[in-house]
């Protein structure tokens, strides 16, 4: 279940893996073996969902080369990837790697964002993109239930319009961040976390 690519240069792009939480880069067409493995939840909307590649604009890639790789991804404890009963936690990752192509793999990853994952299945986004200035934008939806047609209490939050939700708890939107996981200037609802990283509001969904 490939779910999404970025380019370093032409002919050598990384491929993630939505189920199996594999990466991939893929030279001249050759697959080369995983760069990492990510323990992730898959069901459903669940997975390795997001990938963006920033510090590519060399023609060419070399040993010192200082690409950093931003993943998101779903993981959740135990016993929570089925109907979420019980008692454990379910969230959305967004990590920051370097990038070791003499050994072609992702080391030094750092911790940019824990988002909610639940209830879900669905609806968890994952787009990852970058702009000029090198500011990272991340997408996450309203993890709505598999049976989309059936509210519940806990992700009909003010971010999604509902006038007497919860509050914005950093769902339901296009979140922006620098390199470091820091605010880009305020948010538009506000500046404190999470509200100082929203950069558009009431997403469904992106996957």
Same mark, same amino acid.
């Given at each position: ?12 792009f !990384?491929?993630?893996?939505? $189920?199996?939480?594999n !990466? &991939?880069?893929?030279?001249?067409g ?7 493995? *990510?323990?992730?939840t898959?069901? +459903?909307e669940?997975?390795?969902?997001? *990938?963006?590649?920033s510090?590519?604009?060399?023609d060419?890639?070399?040993? $010192? ?6 993943l ?10 089925g =109907?979420? #009963?019980?008692?454990?936690?379910c969230?959305?990752f967004? @990590?920051r %790697?370097?990038? +070791?192509?003499k050994?072609?793999?992702?080391? +030094?990853? #750092?911790?940019?964002?824990? !988002?909610?994952?639940l ?8 787009v990852?993109?970058? +702009?000029?200035?090198?500011? !990272? %934008? ?6 709505q239930?598999?049976? &989309?047609?059936?509210n519940?209490?806990?992700?009909d939050? #003010?971010a999604? $319009? *509902?006038?007497?939700?919860?509050p914005?708890?950093?769902? =339901? ?8 996981? #820091? ?7 506000? $500046? ?5 990283? @929203? @950069? =558009?509001?009431? *997403?469904?969904n992106? &996957?």
């Amino acid at each position: 279940f490939p779910s999404g690519i970025d380019f370093l240069v032409n002919h050598d792009f !990384l491929v993630l893996e939505k $189920n199996t939480g594999n !990466l &991939f880069r893929i030279v001249n067409g050759n697959v080369t073996e995983p760069l990492i493995h *990510i323990d992730v939840t898959s069901k +459903d909307e669940r997975g390795l969902l997001g *990938i963006a590649v920033s510090g590519k604009e060399n023609d060419q890639l070399n040993n $010192n080369n200082n690409s950093a790789i931003f993943l998101y991804f779903t993981q959740c404890t135990k016993g929570m990837d089925g =109907a979420n #009963k019980g008692t454990g936690d379910c969230s959305n990752f967004v @990590y920051r %790697y370097k990038l +070791d192509i003499k050994n072609n793999k992702l080391i +030094d990853p #750092k911790l940019l964002l824990k !988002l909610p994952a639940l209830p879900g299945p669905s609806h968890n986004g994952g787009v990852l993109e970058m +702009d000029k200035d090198k500011n !990272l %934008y991340v997408t996450i939806g309203d993890l709505q239930t598999t049976a &989309f047609n059936q509210n519940q209490a806990g992700f009909d939050t #003010k971010a999604q $319009n *509902i006038i007497n939700g919860t509050p914005p708890d950093g769902c =339901a939107a296009i979140l922006r961040l620098t390199e470091d996981g #820091k605010p880009v200037g305020n948010g538009i609802l506000g $500046n404190q976390y999470p509200l100082n990283l @929203y @950069y =558009a509001y009431g *997403i469904k969904n992106s &996957f």
